[in-house]
């Protein structure tokens, strides 16, 4: 289908000449960066913008370097760049594996991680790693730069703490002090290019720590801190597991769609979250599946 809307196409030098074109356009302004999801929604009509504004020029905004503990993803850099980077790969594994359950190989080539909190569903494949890494998205508009913990970031479906006139300009994700390993599991209508109909991450650190976080569960990606508050400071064990899989139920809100019912959605999450617990703790300690392994 062509894209019959009218708008105005911008590609700017700068990203100040960007946060001016978002300014003077305001709440009819679109950015593009990958364009996997703005192209389409503009092309099915969801979209209307007067003004397209083309970043992917703009150099410094696809820097990927790990300084000072921390790993700077700009907002350009694509789902490929991330899971080609050793440093990703080494030092976090979580990112790495759920990025490798984004959509195809042609769309991993071309969508961003920062286009993906953008659009703010809440099946995206980026959400619950971020929440574990406890990551901050950091954004600059006419009035200078705003860091956004990504626990704030996620409003609703849709929905995110980007002011009118702001624009991303990358994500900052802190190295967990202590050793840690990850899983995330994704289940999905069939092995392939598809969004997640439930998504589980788990985050454990040395002495007996746990992160979990949910997606497509919920009108927004969201840390289990019920959860977390159970399993902290305790060995991991299958009495235990099955004590947290009891508390799924008061963590999540899944909602029946075309993809899935939600009692399914409720069964599933908490046998996603039995094996993800089993697999990051294995890991932790030398023993677990490869990451990438598909566990559902």
């Known amino acids: 289908m062509a894209i019959v809307h009218e708008f105005n196409y911008f590609k700017p030098s700068s990203i100040d000449e960007a946060?001016?074109?978002?300014?003077?356009?305001?709440?009819?302004?679109?950015?593009?960066?990958?364009?996997?999801?703005?192209?389409?929604?503009?092309?099915?009509?969801?979209e209307t913008p007067d003004a397209v504004i083309d970043i992917k020029g703009l150099e410094e905004l696809k820097t990927l370097e790990f300084k000072d503990n921390?790993?700077?993803?700009?907002?350009?850099?694509?789902?490929?760049?991330l899971i080609d980077?050793?440093?990703?790969?080494?030092?976090?594994p979580l990112l790495w594996e759920s990025a490798k359950t984004v959509a195809s190989m042609g769309i991993r080539n071309r969508?961003?991680?920062?286009?993906?909190?953008?659009?703010?569903?809440?099946?995206?494949d980026s959400g619950p790693a971020l929440l574990l890494y406890?990551?901050?998205?950091?954004?600059?508009?006419?009035?200078?730069?705003?860091?956004?913990?990504?626990?704030?970031?996620?409003?609703?479906?849709?929905?995110?703490?980007?002011?009118?006139?702001?624009?991303?300009?990358?994500?900052?994700?802190?190295?967990?002090q202590k050793k840690h390993a990850g899983c995330y599991v994704k289940l999905g209508r069939y092995n392939g290019e598809d969004l997640a109909q439930v998504g589980v991450g788990v985050l454990a650190l040395s002495g007996n720590e746990y992160r979990v976080a949910f997606c497509a569960v919920g009108p927004k990606p969201t840390r289990a801190k019920k959860i977390e508050s159970l399993l902290n400071g305790k060995e991991l064990s299958d009495s235990l597991i099955e004590e947290a899989k009891k508390l799924v139920e008061e963590e999540i809100s899944p909602i029946t769609d075309i993809r899935a019912t939600k009692e399914y959605r409720m069964h599933m999450a908490k046998v996603m979250l039995d094996r993800a617990l089993k697999a990051a703790v294995g890991r932790l300690n030398g023993k677990g599946p490869d990451y990438g392994t598909r566990l559902i």
């Open 111 to 124: 969508a961003t991680m920062a286009g993906n909190i953008c659009s703010a569903v809440p099946s995206l």
């Open 85 to 92: 980077n050793e440093t990703v790969k080494e030092k976090f």
């Open 70 to 81: 921390k790993l700077i993803v700009g907002s350009l850099v694509t789902f490929n760049e």
């Open 19 to 46: 946060i001016e074109l978002l300014n003077e356009y305001g709440a009819k302004a679109r950015v593009l960066s990958g364009g996997t999801d703005l192209v389409v929604r503009i092309k099915d009509g969801f």
């Open 134 to 176: 406890e990551a901050t998205v950091v954004v600059k508009g006419k009035d200078g730069e705003r860091r956004i913990p990504i626990e704030e970031w996620f409003l609703g479906p849709r929905k995110t703490a980007l002011k009118e006139g702001e624009l991303v300009e990358y994500i900052e994700i802190p190295l967990p």
